[in-house]
């Protein structure tokens, strides 16, 4: 693989601008044709369980794909877990096949022909036995992408093991991070993986079908867990001298990661301040009556307050502790600090039942989903002219079946044989 070069210095390609700029480019024509979702077209077979996979079909669902979920007969393992399921599996299709029968394959066989990606999560190992491996599966669909997100990637000492996102955590020192400098580790890291797994899963799967369109090719992409810490943590590199250059830690109180970049106590509660940079750092002294703090020597430049960072915390802590929250806010942010009080409750009931954020699509309501009439936080990408889809709630188990498999070209007298062997299943 090709090494990418450092972060380039400042102006450092300035002279080279004339030429980049010079060099012919051949503008790639691919046929227009009227979409009204960004995904639109696009046919994904999701044969994975539990959360992470799942939900980098999920937001490609959102942005209008067309998820088929494809379940055992005892369907996904998250199932019993119904708000964290529909997370993951909102807006997809779903049918039943049992794989380990001849026909139920056959059937994953034939929607594959027509799929343009298919993503799994399955120990490695454990889709070549079923039948879904990547060479079987390329071989039916040369044109496929092939997504893997597994715990610990197909290769490495752990890749046989079972993974869950604070397994992975814990091994690659996300729990001790949280914890804070010099503390124990702590579960305060949530789903990191899971969430994260996701969102990088459905962008390496965007990016293999953007190669397709060069190649004409399918291609195999994998995208594990364990991957998404190296990605959290990727500030942190290993010098000439084989130590450990820390990008931002959290401090031993668990109140931020240096004097300008964390939350203080005040008088009723807690504000938050990111004020690292020289000129927020000028109106932050502004606001808390201390113009000259940053003519004073010990705090005249980032390094510098850096090295003094523990006396200029003394200096702004007795400011907030003598304040409310409120007041403090305002006299921060009229000096153009940056600066949010820190709320000591969840917001997430006020936000679902915020009119402003379901006109705006970022709350989606569904009146006949398979939990009743819900509000669900709803898109976490907008594209202006091929907007994202509300398609209601996950699929119940087997909900569409039948469907699919008409779809797929089977006789209504063949699906009927199907689910009569419990080869497939229909939704109850």
Not at 234 to 260: C, I, M, P, W
Not at 344 to 349: A, F, L, N, P
Request: glycine letters at 10%.
């Amino acid at each position: 693989a090709r090494v990418p070069a450092p972060a380039p210095a400042i102006g450092a390609d300035n002279a080279a601008i004339t030429t980049i700029f010079a060099e012919p480019r051949t503008p790639r024509t691919i046929p227009a044709k009227p979409i009204r979702h960004a995904l639109e077209g696009l046919r994904v077979l999701d044969f994975s369980s539990f959360f992470a996979c799942g939900y980098a079909g999920r937001l490609m669902s959102d942005l209008g794909a067309d998820v088929i979920k494809i379940e055992t007969p005892d369907g996904d393992q998250m199932r019993p877990l119904p708000d964290v399921f529909d997370a993951a599996q909102r807006g997809k299709r779903g049918i039943v096949l049992n794989l380990k029968s001849p026909e139920g394959l056959a059937a994953a066989n034939r929607l594959v022909e027509s799929a343009d990606v298919v993503m799994h999560n399955l120990r490695p190992g454990k889709g070549e036995k079923l039948g879904i491996g990547y060479e079987t599966l390329s071989a039916i669909n040369p044109r496929l992408i092939y997504a893997y997100l597994p715990g610990y990637g197909s290769t490495g000492p752990k890749s046989r093991l079972k993974s869950f996102a604070p397994l992975v955590s814990g091994w690659t020192g996300l729990l001790y991070e949280g914890g804070g400098e010099g503390n124990p580790p702590t579960r305060a890291v949530f789903g990191n993986e899971d969430y994260n797994n996701g969102f990088l899963g459905a962008a390496a799967v965007l990016m293999a079908l953007e190669q397709r369109e060069h190649t004409g090719r399918g291609d195999y992409v994998e995208c594990p867990q364990l991957h998404s810490s190296l990605w959290t943590t990727s500030e942190h590199f290993l010098n000439a001298d084989k130590k450990v250059v820390y990008g931002l830690r959290l401090d031993r109180a668990q109140t931020g990661f240096d004097a300008l970049d964390r939350i203080y106590p005040t008088s009723d509660g807690w504000v938050c301040i990111c004020c690292r940079a020289d000129d927020r750092f000028a109106a932050l002294a502004t606001a808390i009556g201390q113009p000259g703090l940053p003519d004073d020597a010990r705090f005249a430049s980032p390094a510098a307050r850096s090295r003094h960072d523990a006396a200029l915390g003394a200096i702004i802590a007795p400011w907030f502790a003598a304040r409310s929250s409120t007041e403090a806010f305002a006299l921060l942010d009229a000096a153009g600090a940056a600066v949010e009080i820190v709320r000591e409750t969840s917001w997430v009931k006020e936000t679902l039942l915020a009119d402003w954020a379901a006109r705006t699509d970022r709350v989606f309501e569904d009146k006949a989903s398979m939990y009743g009439h819900i509000r669900e936080f709803g898109l976490f990408n907008r594209l202006n002219g091929t907007p994202g889809v509300r398609k209601g709630s996950a699929p119940r188990l087997g909900e569409h079946t039948r469907e699919i498999l008409a779809e797929a070209g089977f006789a209504p007298a063949a699906i009927d044989d199907l689910i009569a062997r419990r080869i497939a299943i229909v939704a109850a």
